[in-house]
RNA sequence: GCCGCCGUAGCUCAGCUAGGUAGAGCGGCUGGCUGUUAACCAGUUGGUCGUAGGUUCAAGUCCUACCGGCGGCGCCA
């Protein structure tokens, strides 16, 4: 007999092999047995398929004594019938079983603990993996867009020996016996790498030791992070709206099906257009005062602030100019105005900031002034520094949180699904 | 860091208010069933009630501590 090709379920599905013989390799996604016929429902990674085997065929005995979640290859006819419920089902010739399950721990009535417990299982499942693929094709938009603006994709370190924000967030771990750390931000390496490239971006994790306990938080997650030299804020908040409508209308157009079958909103997806709201801090301010927020200027939003704030415009916008108390050491100063730093961040509906950016202070003296004003070593960042030393320039960057992104995205009510393998405060296995 | 909730069979839960010696559904197993759609029907299997103390004649139930988990705030992307 000749070997035939593999068939992907989902061809078979779209009508592609009628009447045709195929094969099929999968894992079971569902047993029903009779007393004439058993049906094997079929899993691979396009779709599934019910596969129908009768106690006439020499298969009969395989087909009784496999289990859920088993692996297989199967040999039969595509036949069209009413009674499948893809429209489609294979009359098994053949069935091989590579790998026999032992019974499946997941089954129904599955609470959230017990489906993070067996998360290496349940990534099986038809929502994670619909999850997963969404998940690329965000990356690929990312990478798409960044390639198509000229930006080169830098590699930045995960260990790192001083703090790039404050200190208290960081992992901190043994290095042949010294106290390193784990990155937070690629940030201050994205800036070296621009005096000799311009634009740089990169997709990394990054490490926060914060103990947020929220659906929107996670101690390992996957940060888009551009730099690029010349430029300021009008440059910073153009490009990373670019890049958001890029990502969104892609995935809209690409990922309708995986949309749709997850039941997350598509629509809000499609209104992401240039350019995005726009305000300033002083701005949202006066807005949250007006609807009785206790908030004053000088204070940083929490997140009731923001959720009220992303209400208002129902899609993602910029807030910007913010007090310098509230910002980090390297944001530019306003040189018209000290008590703002050229800051931005990035707000959507319920999960609020996704994203951060700014002009970087550029005048060593700058730096340094505002190092010392927050009690910061100066030591810790003498190469930093030595970045304003030489041919210093006017430069601007953002982080976006990936995973945050795409819980805004697909409407998930938890940011662990947005990465297969979460960690969180209290989760770190499998 | 602060606050709230949860922990009983492989899984989902009831039992706790009012202390009296462990229940259901799903899964597994066995049998039945003329094509099922999370199949169905019958039977059966299955438990140191998170851990350690305490109160009591008696604790899954009341008390204390601890452990594990979930969420809210703060902080952040």
């Given at each position: 007999?000749?070997?035939?090709?593999?068939a992907?379920?989902?061809?078979?599905?779209?009508?592609?092999?009628?009447?045709?013989?195929?094969?099929?390799?999968?894992?079971?996604?569902?047993?029903?047995?009779?007393?004439?016929?058993?049906?094997?429902?079929?899993?691979?990674?396009?779709?599934?398929?019910?596969?129908?085997?009768?106690?006439?065929?020499?298969?009969?005995?395989?087909?009784?004594?496999?289990?859920?979640?088993?692996?297989?290859?199967?040999?039969?006819?595509?036949?069209?019938?009413?009674?499948?419920?893809?429209?489609y089902?294979?009359?098994?010739?053949?069935?091989?079983?590579?790998?026999?399950?032992?019974?499946?721990?997941?089954?129904?009535?599955?609470s959230?603990?017990?489906?993070?417990?067996?998360r290496?299982?349940?990534?099986?499942?038809?929502?994670?993996?619909?999850?997963?693929?969404?998940?690329?094709?965000?990356?690929?938009?990312?990478?798409?867009?960044?390639?198509?603006?000229?930006?080169?994709?830098?590699?930045?370190?995960?260990?790192?020996?001083?703090?790039?924000?404050?200190?208290?967030?960081l992992?901190?771990?043994?290095?042949?016996?010294?106290?390193?750390?784990?990155?937070?931000?690629?940030?201050?390496?994205?800036?070296?790498?621009?005096?000799?490239?311009?634009?740089?971006?990169?997709?990394?994790?990054?490490?926060?030791?914060?103990?947020?306990?929220?659906?929107?938080?996670?101690?390992?997650?996957?940060?888009?992070?551009?730099?690029?030299?010349?430029?300021?804020?009008?440059?910073?908040?153009?490009?990373?709206?670019?890049?958001?409508?890029?990502?969104?209308?892609?995935?809209?157009?690409?990922?309708?099906?995986?949309?749709?079958?997850?039941?997350?909103?598509?629509?809000?997806l499609?209104?992401?257009?240039?350019?995005?709201?726009?305000?300033?801090?002083?701005?949202?301010i006066?807005?949250?005062?007006?609807?009785?927020?206790?908030?004053?200027?000088?204070?940083?939003?929490?997140?009731?602030?923001?959720?009220?704030?992303?209400?208002?415009?129902?899609?993602?916008?910029?807030?910007?100019?913010?007090?310098r108390?509230?910002?980090a050491?390297?944001?530019?100063?306003?040189?018209?105005?000290?008590?703002?730093?050229?800051?931005?961040?990035?707000?959507?509906?319920?999960?609020?900031?996704?994203?951060?950016?700014?002009?970087?202070?550029?005048?060593?003296?700058?730096?340094?002034?505002?190092?010392?004003?927050?009690?910061?070593?100066?030591?810790?960042?003498?190469w930093?520094?030595?970045?304003?030393?030489?041919?210093?320039?006017?430069?601007?960057?953002?982080?976006?949180?990936?995973?945050?992104?795409?819980?805004?995205?697909?409407?998930?009510?938890?940011?662990?699904?947005?990465?297969?393998?979460p960690?969180?405060?209290?989760?770190?296995?499998?």
């Amino acid at each position: 007999m000749m070997p035939m090709p593999i068939a992907a379920i989902q061809d078979i599905l779209d009508g592609k092999y009628a009447g045709k013989p195929v094969s099929v390799r999968g894992w079971i996604y569902r047993k029903r047995e009779s007393k004439k016929t058993i049906f094997l429902v079929v899993r691979d990674a396009s779709g599934i398929i019910q596969c129908t085997v009768k106690t006439d065929n020499p298969s009969w005995t395989q087909a009784e004594k496999i289990t859920i979640e088993s692996s297989v290859m199967i040999t039969g006819t595509v036949k069209q019938d009413k009674r499948a419920s893809g429209g489609y089902e294979i009359t098994v010739e053949k069935l091989s079983i590579i790998g026999l399950a032992e019974t499946f721990p997941i089954t129904q009535d599955k609470s959230e603990e017990f489906l993070r417990d067996v998360r290496h299982l349940w990534l099986r499942s038809r929502r994670m993996s619909l999850i997963m693929r969404v998940r690329s094709e965000v990356l690929r938009f990312t990478h798409e867009f960044f390639r198509k603006e000229g930006f080169i994709e830098v590699s930045p370190p995960m260990f790192i020996s001083s703090a790039c924000e404050g200190g208290s967030t960081l992992f901190g771990l043994k290095y042949f016996g010294k106290d390193l750390y784990l990155t937070q931000s690629a940030q201050l390496y994205l800036e070296a790498l621009i005096y000799s490239l311009e634009k740089v971006y990169c997709v990394a994790p990054s490490f926060r030791a914060e103990k947020s306990r929220t659906i929107r938080h996670l101690t390992e997650y996957w940060h888009i992070e551009p730099e690029w030299a010349f430029a300021d804020m009008d440059d910073l908040m153009r490009v990373e709206e670019d890049l958001l409508s890029y990502i969104c209308q892609k995935t809209a157009e690409d990922c309708k099906r995986e949309i749709e079958s997850l039941g997350a909103d598509i629509s809000k997806l499609k209104v992401v257009n240039t350019p995005f709201p726009r305000i300033t801090y002083t701005e949202a301010i006066e807005k949250l005062t007006a609807k009785g927020f206790k908030i004053k200027w000088g204070e940083d939003f929490g997140y009731d602030d923001e959720k009220a704030l992303a209400e208002e415009f129902g899609k993602p916008f910029f807030v910007y100019a913010y007090p310098r108390q509230i910002k980090a050491f390297y944001c530019k100063t306003h040189r018209d105005n000290p008590d703002l730093v050229m800051s931005t961040d990035m707000l959507v509906p319920r999960i609020g900031e996704i994203s951060t950016g700014g002009a970087r202070e550029d005048d060593k003296e700058e730096l340094l002034r505002r190092i010392r004003e927050l009690d910061l070593r100066e030591e810790d960042y003498k190469w930093y520094i030595d970045l304003r030393r030489y041919g210093t320039v006017p430069h601007v960057g953002f982080g976006l949180g990936l995973e945050r992104l795409l819980t805004w995205m697909l409407d998930l009510e938890n940011i662990i699904d947005a990465i297969p393998f979460p960690r969180t405060t209290r989760r770190f296995y499998p």
